[in-house]
């Protein structure tokens, strides 16, 4: 099931708000407003807010947690991949202890400042790809804008963005407010425009 | 509910992405395929008393097929399904293949007739799944002719159980480097697809700009950390982005860093931040749709604020 946004632009509104005279609003002024609006979606995440510009609900600092960049296979390789990020995410000031095959961290919020974000900053991101961030899909059909995550990062972006009971708090970073709304509009009226003058 | 719960239990066993449980899978099959192959070389090979591989011909033939042995093996229990199950997962990030082409038909003046065919896109995007099959396959392959040479060397050196540890250490090495592989091709579709959206706006507007997005922390790589600096202050064009180099994969408007890469291109936002009000906490579009929770539809709240 598709995790998605649709905002619809009716032609008529539009057309009212860009001018006097018969302008036609084409698919591409969509597409760069959709796109736009992806763009603002990335940025603010990466700032740790979300649509309404409040702060995303803090890393947990429960612990202790342990990391374990590989689950299966041979003891040594097990090993080997967590030195490998140990020496990675740096020993001084982490807090980060090595375990036999994993890496001790007091909270999963120690374990996030020990890959070296801005403290405080919850912004999503993780220390692999693919990320669900980068399957954010624009789409333009007739009057709508839709923006999409789509197949299993879409499970993970749900979980995020509605939050799991117990597990992960809500941290709404997919939606959008009315003055992301009001920027929409504004980007569709300024692509309209710059194609009426050239 | 369900599918949060899906999310929770996937969490608590490690495998918390497509290409996870890709790695976990192909360990699996290198694991069996490891013991069928052993199995297979104890049977056929020569060993003296002590359990040393005798030098003979006939051993030095049997070792040189060590990792034709090994794929076989591999093939027999699901290697190239895996493989293709992987790759065949990535339409799943698009809105389905049908859906999508039957969208662009319906957009063009002259509607095409009702027979298969693939857009340029849906080329590009299948010939990309074929890329990622084969260079997964090749790096496996690869680990086994490296198995195959260590083991042509060992012989009448190593016992049978040196040379089962040195066989199976050396085919599991392919691990991590198709998991790495495999998470750069997921990525780099997706780049594509939000290429491919790129395009369209690049053949009507004159000058297209882009910021480079992502991370920066400990593991961002020196060229994601130029990048990102680089396009705060100015966004490039694709026409630049095209000149740049990241020292690993070519294209970088689609791989962007490289292997395993968080970052993307996105079209360029210049001053039209949302600054949040102070001590403001407005409900917002989807909490005043009456009744409505979760991802959804704003078209008809959209429309009422239009």
Redesign the interface.
């Known amino acids: 099931?598709?995790?998605?946004?649709?905002?619809?632009?009716?032609e008529t509104?539009?057309y009212k708000m860009v001018m006097s005279g018969k302008v036609p609003l084409?698919?591409?002024d969509l597409?760069?407003a959709g796109?736009?609006e992806?763009?603002?979606i990335?940025?603010?995440t990466?700032r740790g807010?979300d649509?309404?510009?409040?702060k995303f609900a803090p890393y947990s600092t429960n612990g202790p947690i342990y990391v374990?960049p590989?689950?299966?296979?041979?003891v040594?390789?097990r090993r080997a991949?967590a030195q490998r990020l140990y020496r990675?995410?740096?020993k001084r000031g982490t807090g980060a202890q090595r375990t036999r095959l994993g890496i001790r961290f007091d909270s999963y919020a120690a374990y996030k400042a020990?890959?070296?974000?801005s403290p405080g900053v919850v912004?999503l991101?993780g220390?692999?790809?693919?990320?669900m961030?980068?399957?954010i899909?624009?789409?333009v059909?007739g009057d709508?804008i839709i923006l999409?995550i789509?197949?299993?990062?879409a499970?993970?972006?749900?979980?995020h963005?509605?939050g799991?009971p117990g597990?992960?708090p809500q941290r709404?970073f997919?939606?959008?407010?009315?003055?992301?709304?009001a920027?929409i509009?504004?980007?569709i009226l300024a692509?309209v425009t710059?194609?009426l003058r050239? | 509910m369900a599918r949060r719960r899906d999310i929770a239990k996937r969490t608590d066993a490690g495998i918390t992405s497509a290409v996870s449980a890709f790695r976990s899978n192909l360990e699996d099959l290198i694991s069996r395929a490891t013991i069928r192959t052993l199995a297979v070389l104890r049977r056929d090979l020569d060993l003296d008393i002590e359990g040393r591989v005798v030098v003979s011909a006939s051993n030095q033939t049997i070792l040189r097929r060590i990792d034709k042995i090994f794929m076989q093996q591999l093939d027999g229990i699901g290697f190239q399904a895996l493989l293709k199950g992987f790759v065949t997962s990535f339409p799943g990030q698009l809105p389905v293949f049908t859906e999508t082409l039957e969208f662009i038909n319906a957009n063009l003046k002259t509607r095409l007739p009702n027979v298969t065919f693939k857009t340029p896109l849906a080329r590009a995007l299948a010939a990309q799944q074929i890329s990622a099959t084969g260079i997964l396959r090749r790096v496996v392959e690869a680990a086994a002719e490296t198995a195959k040479q260590k083991a042509i060397f060992s012989v009448g050196g190593y016992d049978f159980e040196a040379l089962s540890e040195i066989l199976a250490t050396q085919f599991r090495k392919s691990i991590g480097q198709a998991e790495t592989l495999a998470a750069t091709a997921m990525a780099m579709y997706y780049r594509t697809l939000a290429a491919n959206g790129y395009s369209q706006i690049e053949q009507v507007k004159k000058e297209v700009r882009y910021v480079y997005l992502g991370p920066l922390d400990r593991l961002t790589r020196p060229f994601c950390r130029r990048m990102l600096r680089r396009t705060r202050k100015t966004p490039l064009t694709h026409t630049q982005i095209d000149k740049l180099d990241n020292g690993q994969l070519p294209n970088v408007f689609v791989t962007a860093g490289g292997y395993n890469c968080r970052h993307q291109w996105a079209v360029a936002e210049v001053g039209t931040e949302v600054v949040p009000e102070e001590g403001k906490e407005a409900p917002g579009i989807l909490q005043q749709a009456a009744g409505r929770v979760g991802h959804a539809f704003l078209s008809a709240v959209a429309k009422r604020i239009l």
């Open positions: 099931m598709p995790f998605k946004i649709t905002v619809s632009i009716p509104a539009t084409m698919r591409t597409e760069v796109q736009r992806k763009t603002r990335i940025q603010r990466l807010v649509f309404q510009g409040r374990y590989q689950h299966r296979g041979t040594k390789a991949a990675q995410l740096g020990s890959l070296g974000r912004d991101y220390p692999r790809a693919p990320h961030l980068q399957a899909v624009v789409r059909e709508t999409g789509y197949g299993e990062e499970l993970r972006a749900s979980g963005n509605e799991i597990r992960l709404r997919f939606d959008i407010s009315r003055a992301e709304l920027l509009k504004q980007d692509s710059a194609r050239d």
